[in-house]
């Protein structure tokens, strides 16, 4: 059984504070609005959003998956951080312990900011697990960002 750790980033023109506010602090009310085609509410199981707390996200029939379960292991709202794990849900393929994501948000250019990204998947013991499904699972989570993006330019007092 091992761990396999994946980075990625990408660059945005919104603001560090306003994406970490809507794709972190309130992505339990603003993911289900803009992404009503795959997911279908996302709840707090335990808590409300501070470290320790599970969040539910439960996905439309057109998903290939019908929940995962995210805890909150750490938040920074001053650097725009966070740390969450994928502790329960069909995502896992019966081939995963969890997932680890790290968020970060950093100041860049102009007003915009780098989406810092780290994953760390842990295999079951005795299982492999192909890179196409761990590919396809940061191309989720890239496109998430993306919406949220988009949505922040075009509403450029959202957040703020």
């Known amino acids: 059984m091992g761990v396999t750790k994946i980075s990625q980033s990408f660059?945005?023109?919104?603001t560090p504070d306003r994406m970490f506010k809507a794709l972190i602090?309130?992505?339990?009310n603003i993911c289900p609005k803009l992404?009503?085609?795959?997911?279908?509410?996302?709840?707090?199981?335990?808590g409300s959003g501070?470290?320790?707390?599970?969040?539910q996200i439960n996905f439309t029939e057109?998903?290939?998956?019908?929940y995962v379960k995210h805890r909150i292991d750490a938040l920074d709202k001053e650097k725009f951080m966070c740390k969450h794990?994928?502790?329960e849900g069909d995502a896992l393929m019966d081939k995963l312990e969890y997932i680890t994501y790290e968020v970060k948000f950093e100041g860049y250019g102009r007003g915009g900011c780098m989406c810092k990204m780290t994953s760390e998947y842990k295999v079951k013991e005795g299982v492999e697990i192909k890179e196409q499904d761990i590919e396809h699972g940061k191309d989720r989570a890239i496109g998430m960002y993306e919406v949220?993006?988009?949505y922040l330019l075009a509403h450029p007092h959202?957040?703020?």
């Open 11 to 14: 660059a945005t023109q919104v």
């Open 148 to 150: 949220v993006e988009a």
């Open 25 to 28: 602090l309130d992505s339990h």
């Open 85 to 87: 794990t994928l502790i």
């Open 35 to 46: 992404m009503f085609s795959s997911i279908k509410s996302i709840e707090f199981i335990q």
């Open 62 to 66: 057109e998903s290939p998956f019908k």
């Open 158 to 160: 959202a957040y703020e």
């Open 50 to 55: 501070e470290v320790g707390s599970i969040k």
